[in-house]
């Protein structure tokens, strides 16, 4: 998962990228970037591994000007974590330059390498979002739009895209809506984000989302184009951005996060009620708005049983699992005072491999806790995801594995509930269709990849 920023027609275009990246830190933490390019189209960027925070200081930042200027903050999908892999992706070309952003993971990327591998392209990285811009390098078509229309051509899988052109800014998202993208302006420049908090921290006014299967090409002096591609007859929008990826002070897919988020937590407490518990309170911070929904429905008390160290980051994006394992008890801490004695509901927003949940079980049952129910707003994720989150292997899914029952004996809690896909698909804004669910449901809208395990290059 990747988060992308791109903002045309603003004298300060490389920081307010720097600003909206900030916003769009959780959705990836290994390695951040910003391109710039001037009206003479000429480019400077900065790419690093580690956070935002960390990596542009105030004498870098001079050298990215220009009124156009796109950012990334990564989380592998494909590819290894190396600076090679970090984006935006930047080639030199006949016509100029040509800069990428991507959020999405494509599944046929390992035969399209192959087949420009024979042509003869030489790839500088394991990404998968190469292709794209070998291919624009290759396209013969006239407007920057048209050009990124034919490099998709026979693209599969899930992809928001942001691509500089010479000064035009494209931005471009797959029929099936998989990954959002939103389009935002201020002050007269155009900005694209891949959530609505990014446009908060910038004061940019949201527009519009970019439609599936749209792409949006803006010029800095303000004008824009918009190509429609044939949409998917039916969207296969990612339910986790509701359920765990997205800022709950987002809109995403035109909803809002925190209330999708408290309907889970609502539907959740009526299909897996904890009568005679004491009280409910949330793994944070992704699931305090769940725990809130909860609490509503079930008239029990929220408490703030657990405390996260905002100093770590998301252990469920850290690429090894020594490093989660090691980050469960840095992170998060129990309050005794809270917890003695009394009967528990523990909401979290997904069980992944199981590891961090039994560590923060442990954790709070050390604490004093007599019994501890968990409630989870997710269904059992029992497959892998294809479409840009890293959940690959279906052997560390415990419940790809195991029963529920099973599950509660391993991470060590009394009672476990998960919501249902129904109610789950029920609960977020706009549904029950046009989301895809393959990751609980098994139900994969695309042929499975045909060398999934080249989608991990590297
Ligand atoms: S498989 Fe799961 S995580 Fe992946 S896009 Fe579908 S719903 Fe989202």
């Not at 190396?82 to 494509?106: C, D, S």
């Amino acid at each position: 998962m990747c988060g992308i920023f791109g903002i045309s027609g603003h004298p300060e275009a490389a920081a307010m990228t720097h600003l909206g990246l900030y916003s769009l830190q959780h959705r990836g933490q290994e390695s951040a970037g910003i391109v710039s390019t001037n009206r003479a189209g000429e480019v400077h960027g900065i790419r690093a591994m580690g956070l935002v925070s960390d990596q542009f200081s105030p004498e870098r930042m001079l050298e990215l000007s220009g009124p156009v200027a796109l950012g990334h903050t990564r989380y592998s999908t494909a590819g290894s974590s190396t600076i090679e892999n970090a984006q935006p992706a930047m080639v030199r070309f006949k016509g100029g330059h040509i800069v990428l952003a991507h959020n999405g993971n494509l599944t046929n990327a390992p035969e399209i390498r192959g087949e420009l591998e024979d042509e003869g392209s030489i790839f500088s990285s394991t990404m998968d979002s190469e292709v794209i811009v070998h291919r624009l390098a290759k396209s013969k078509a006239l407007r920057p739009e048209e050009k990124l229309a034919e490099a998709l051509e026979g693209v599969e899988g899930a992809y928001s895209l942001l691509v500089m052109i010479g000064t035009t800014l494209v931005a471009a998202r797959d029929p099936y809506g998989w990954r959002p993208l939103v389009m935002g302006t201020i002050n007269g420049a155009v900005v694209f984000a891949s959530e609505t908090c990014a446009l908060d921290i910038t004061g940019a006014t949201v527009v519009r989302e970019i439609q599936p299967g749209e792409i949006v090409a803006v010029e800095p002096d303000g004008t824009s184009r918009t190509l429609q591609r044939k949409a998917a007859s039916n969207l296969h929008r990612c339910v986790f951005e509701y359920v765990y990826f997205a800022r709950p002070d987002s809109k995403v897919f035109g909803g809002s996060v925190d209330r999708a988020r408290r309907a889970l937590g609502r539907q959740l407490a009526k299909e897996h009620p904890a009568p005679g518990a004491d009280f409910v309170f949330s793994v944070p911070d992704s699931s305090n708005s769940a725990a809130l929904g909860f609490s509503e429905e079930s008239g029990m008390p929220l408490e703030l049983a657990l405390i996260r160290n905002h100093y770590v980051g998301r252990t469920f994006i850290q690429p090894t699992q020594s490093g989660r394992d090691a980050k469960v008890k840095v992170k998060y801490n129990a309050v005794r005072e809270i917890l003695e004695g009394k009967s528990v509901v523990m909401v979290d927003d997904s069980i992944v491999r199981g590891t961090t949940t039994r560590g923060l079980v442990a954790l709070v049952r050390a604490a004093g806790a007599r019994e501890v129910h968990m409630r989870v707003s997710s269904p059992p994720i029992t497959g892998p995801c294809y479409y840009g989150i890293d959940t690959p292997d279906k052997e560390q899914l415990i419940a790809a594995n195991n029963s529920v029952a099973e599950i509660a004996r391993k991470i060590g809690v009394d009672t476990l509930g998960y919501i249902s896909l129904d109610g789950m698909l029920q609960s977020v804004p706009n549904g029950p269709d046009g989301f895809c669910h393959a990751c609980f449901s098994g139900q994969y809208p695309t042929k499975p990849p045909t060398a999934p395990e080249k989608l991990r290059l590297g």
